[in-house]
């Protein structure tokens, strides 16, 4: 006899629960949690770099790395003197909420105000997996070309802000920052949108300033919460 | 690009539901997959083809409903379908909007063959769990 069985699973269901898990730790310690997510080469690790920079003086601050097999980029943060954690995925193409979740084992949480999951260079699957983060924020990079917004709705949709990265490279391309921004618009209308140059610090101090405001927002909620 | 392993996790779900009801054989696995979630369907079936071998799924179809993006204005409570992945609503040009569909990555249901024994009927059950 045939049988049919309804199942109506959510495939990644067990990714939820954890990242709920690694939210919920987050939450209660008061960090305030940014996954980073951009194609390679988009300029993440720099502008890492130059966050902590102009940060590390206000707060502490964590680092999740993902990398495929590399230990390059956790190399050049642990100079900065912060927390890093490197996980390596073995050719997996995105982080989930269990490596996270591992990751933060790792880490003195406890002194920690601000956490940034520097997630595997992929503008498609980390889209897609919740890590626990409170805010998950695009990086574009003038050579990557002003079409990717369209050609990767998801991960601007799900995106809280978007740095326009390497904005110093704007005379040598034909990368249209109006009609960027005007994509952008389309797929998420209130997207914070900080164009910027790691590279030569123009307009960091918006990007620096946000995230400052968001750090003293989680303060707040922790305690009245 | 993950698809491989969403699929190896199909298959987990499956095979596992498919031995608590006694279905040693899976004739049909039915999935649903969002427009804007970034599974492919071409590469979900290719990955179901190499990973079912040697598994009860091994003579299973794969169907696979492909869901439109449908969002939902949270200002004017109106339903539409974006064109263009332009995702606010063309009633009162709100943006504050929700997906109501199109991300689904779900297994739907899932058909079985039961053991010969005991079943001397043709008919096809539905049950849920």
Redo the contacts between chains.
């Keep these: 006899?045939?049988?049919?069985?309804?199942?109506?699973?959510?495939?990644?269901k067990?990714n939820e629960e954890l990242a709920k898990q690694n939210r919920n730790l987050l939450n209660r310690r008061g960090i305030t949690t940014v996954n980073l997510i951009s194609a390679p080469g988009a300029g993440k690790t720099t502008l890492l770099e130059k966050t902590i920079e102009a940060l590390k003086n206000s707060f502490s601050i964590g680092i999740v790395e993902g990398d495929i097999y590399t230990t390059f980029d956790s190399e050049r943060l642990a100079g900065q003197g912060v927390a890093a954690v490197q996980i390596n995925t073995y050719g997996?193409?995105?982080l989930d909420a269990q490596m996270v979740a591992q990751a933060l084992e790792r880490l003195p949480l406890d002194k920690i105000k601000l956490l940034f999951i520097e997630n595997v260079g992929?503008l498609?699957?980390p889209?897609?997996f919740d890590l626990g983060e409170n805010y998950k924020v695009a990086i574009l990079s003038v050579s990557e070309g002003s079409d990717k917004p369209?050609k990767y709705?998801?991960v601007f949709?799900e995106a809280e802000a978007v740095i326009l990265n390497k904005i110093d490279l704007l005379p040598y391309t034909d990368f249209d920052l109006a009609v960027a921004k005007e994509q952008l618009?389309?797929?998420?209308?209130?997207l914070v949108m900080f164009p910027l140059s790691a590279k030569t610090g123009e307009g960091m101090e918006a990007w620096v300033e946000w995230l400052k405001d968001k750090v003293s927002q989680t303060e707040k909620l922790s305690a009245t919460g | 690009m993950h698809e491989t392993a969403l699929m190896a996790e199909v298959l987990k779900i499956v095979q596992q539901s498919a031995l608590e009801n006694n279905l040693p054989k899976v004739t049909k696995i039915k999935l649903a997959v969002g427009k804007l979630s970034m599974a492919l369907p071409k590469a979900l079936i290719f990955a179901f083809q190499v990973l079912k071998k040697e598994t009860v799924c091994e003579e299973a179809e794969l169907e696979i409903e492909s869901k439109e993006i449908v969002l939902q204005c949270l200002d004017c409570t109106r339903e539409f379908r974006p064109q263009d992945y332009h995702f606010s609503c063309p009633f009162c040009t709100s943006s504050q909007v929700k997906i109501i569909q199109g991300r689904e990555l779900h297994i739907i249901s899932f058909e079985g063959e039961e053991n010969e024994l005991g079943s001397n009927c043709g008919s096809t059950l539905v049950k849920s769990q």
């Design positions: 006899m045939n049988l049919e069985v309804i199942v109506a699973q959510p495939l990644l067990a997996g193409c995105h992929n498609v699957c889209a897609e369209k709705p998801l949709q618009k389309e797929i998420k209308n209130n």
